[in-house]
């Protein structure tokens, strides 16, 4: 497989968040989302073999716990990645999977937690989620909308009513987009819209639906990768 990085950090999304985490990084995207944090991932990376990427988690987290297969678009290396999480889950790893949904999820081993990023329009790749894989969610699976303006709050909404997603997964999680070229100081001023307009308007609408802010963004530089 092409990887870009295998690191141990602490889970900075989801309702994982805190939790210490092995990320394994896949290289390449078919996808240009416009806040993109992780464009250093669609070149390049290193060719491993199944057998060397268990092998580093193994050493990274010896005594088991929290892997995520992410990306890039980790789907578009379908025929490897779904071995590595069927090898992972056999070791005793609990397996998350970071993926956009504009890729077929039904051959996804049904252990692994789906964490399922559906594009907002002001990503530039609205309408790329694959309305077919709502029937290949599970109740311990999870999604998630990235918004940069209140255009995207408005769709994710609308969407999450639609679907009833908050009756389907068990998290659907609204964060603010972080500015890709971010650095220094390490705090809200970086966000594309202002948590607290977030909060307030998921309050006013009722939306059951979890503010999510990335942490890692808060505890190490913005734009430090590997963290
Ligand atoms: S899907 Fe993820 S890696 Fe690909 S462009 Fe969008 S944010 Fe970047």
């Excluded at 996808?31 to 268990?54: H, P, Q, V």
Aim: with cysteine; hydrophobic share 40%.
């Amino acid at each position: 497989m092409q990887i870009i990085e295998i690191y141990k950090s602490l889970q900075g999304e989801s309702s994982y968040t805190g939790l210490p985490c092995v990320f394994v990084r896949l290289a390449g995207c078919n996808l240009r989302c416009a806040w993109c944090d992780s464009e250093y991932t669609f070149k390049g990376g290193n060719r491993m073999t199944l057998d060397e990427i268990e092998g580093e988690v193994h050493r990274l987290l010896p005594a088991g716990g929290l892997v995520e297969i992410t990306g890039g678009e980790p789907l578009l290396q379908e025929r490897e990645v779904v071995p590595l999480m069927d090898r992972l889950l056999a070791a005793g790893y609990t397996v998350l999977l970071e993926t956009s949904g504009e890729r077929p999820l039904e051959r996804v081993p049904s252990r692994v937690v789906k964490i399922v990023d559906v594009k907002c329009p002001d990503s530039g790749e609205g309408d790329t989620f694959r309305l077919e894989n709502l029937n290949a969610l599970t109740p311990q699976d999870e999604m998630k909308f990235v918004v940069a303006s209140r255009r995207d709050y408005e769709f994710a909404r609308d969407f999450i009513h639609e679907h009833r997603l908050s009756s389907l997964v068990a998290s659907v999680i609204v964060s603010p987009a972080f500015r890709k070229d971010a650095a220094g100081a390490r705090d809200v001023s970086h966000c594309l819209v202002e948590p607290q307009d977030l909060a307030e308007w998921m309050l006013a609408d009722g939306l059951q639906a979890r503010l999510g802010l990335q942490i890692h963004k808060f505890i190490w530089e913005p734009s430090l990768k590997g963290v």
